[in-house]
């Protein structure tokens, strides 16, 4: 069974940074595909930045340019950096994995889920 652990949520205000980790219990990064996805009251679980095993990144239009999604193959974890952060990003953010191939921003066809980690970011 794959745990992934998320870390480094906060509170910040807008215009604000957060560096967000997820922590691969086993290293699967090399042979799947990584997810950001978020959830906001009232609001569908929304895909946010994923990554597969070639490093190649897809980001949503509402975060492209702002956030970035890399990985750590030596220390088993993955990243999110969130930069320029708007009111509109407040949302628990979940990593997750997928064993398929080329799930991108589908959270369908992710396979393992972390339990969260809480960005609140204030006018």
């Known amino acids: 069974q794959v745990h992934l652990v998320e870390s480094g949520g906060g509170s910040v205000q807008a215009g604000g940074s957060l560096r967000l980790s997820c922590a691969v219990s086993e290293y699967i990064a090399d042979k799947t595909c990584m997810g950001w996805f978020r959830e906001s009251t009232g609001k569908e679980r929304e895909g946010v930045a994923s990554?597969?095993?070639?490093?190649?990144?897809s980001y949503a239009s509402s975060v492209k340019g702002r956030f970035t999604i890399s990985k750590d193959n030596a220390k088993n974890t993955v990243y999110l950096q969130m930069n320029s952060l708007k009111p509109e990003d407040t949302a628990m953010y979940y990593c997750?994995?997928?064993?398929?191939?080329?799930?991108?921003?589908?959270?369908?066809?992710?396979?393992?889920w972390g339990q969260g980690t809480q960005v609140a970011v204030s006018s």
């Open positions: 990554i597969d095993s070639d490093g190649d990144s």
């Open positions: 997750a994995a997928s064993l398929w191939i080329g799930p991108g921003l589908n959270g369908r066809q992710y396979n393992y």
